[in-house]
């Protein structure tokens, strides 16, 4: 395990970092290369992730306490690879700026009220999230506004990252809420899935491609194909 006290500071020049328990961080990790981490992460303090790759590698339950998804909480490389148990991602939510990978026959767990923030990087989903049913994973990179969530989802209001009219909206797993006025370039709602409006009207610049469920509600703009 390795603890950094509040006040002190751990820094990585060079190689990478093996932790075999908890990573508990009340102080400030400055990461480099890769940190494989098989217990728990648990942010208090300062992580500043820099171009590091965090790896959660373990045998057992993991839990990601990020601790929030401002600059001295978010990742840059995550990747999931703990196939023998659950990694779950705690209501602290998660941001990451460069590449989140799920690699197959993992459990990547989101708990109750967790969003997920890949943040003008890449999601990679070889393995199936797990969802709460009040969760979600967003893929916000340039104009491609990606959506998973559980069986309830986040609403619109609470959506860590916020689609706009120059977002190519797609609706991938679960259930989005609009729960206050909303615009998209385009809005593709992918089969299995559900998009519901309860409030606000609906404005799209361009394709509504509906595959999955739209319940409707007041008015919806619709500037391309239906």
């Known amino acids: 395990s390795l603890t950094i006290d509040s006040g002190t500071v751990y820094t990585m020049t060079a190689g990478n970092l ?3 328990g908890i990573m508990n961080i009340d102080g400030t990790l400055t990461g480099a290369n890769t940190i494989y981490v098989a217990g728990d992460w648990d942010n208090d303090g300062t992580f500043t992730s820099g171009t590091s ?3 959660f590698d373990g045998t057992t339950a993991q839990v990601i306490y990020a601790g929030g998804t401002g600059a001295a909480q978010d990742f840059y490389n995550v990747q999931i690879s703990n196939t023998a148990a659950a990694v779950t991602v705690s209501s602290e939510n998660m941001k990451v700026t460069g590449t989140l990978t799920v690699d ?3 459990a990547f767990t989101l708990g109750a009220n967790a969003q997920v923030w890949v943040d003008g990087g890449t999601l990679t989903l070889t393995g199936t999230p797990v969802y709460a049913a009040v969760s979600a994973i967003i893929n916000h990179n340039g104009t491609t506004y990606d959506y998973y969530g559980g069986a309830t989802g986040i609403a619109k209001s609470a ?3 916020d689609f706009d009219l120059t977002d190519n909206v797609a609706i ?3 259930v989005l809420t609009q729960d206050e006025a909303a615009a998209a370039l385009s809005l593709t709602i992918d089969s299995g899935t559900v998009y519901t ?5 609906l404005d799209v610049g361009g394709i509504m491609n509906i ?3 739209l319940t ?3 008015t919806i703009y619709v500037a391309g194909d239906w």
Do not use: E, I, P, R
Not at 197 to 201: D, I, L, R, S
């Open 216 to 218: 409707g509600a007041n």
């Open 53 to 55: 790759s965090v790896v």
């Open 159 to 161: 959506l860590l990252s």
């Open 18 to 20: 093996d932790v075999g």
């Open 211 to 213: 595959d999955g469920t």
């Open 172 to 174: 991938k797993a679960g």
């Open 104 to 106: 197959t026959g993992t």
């Open 197 to 201: 409006m309860t409030a606000g009207n």
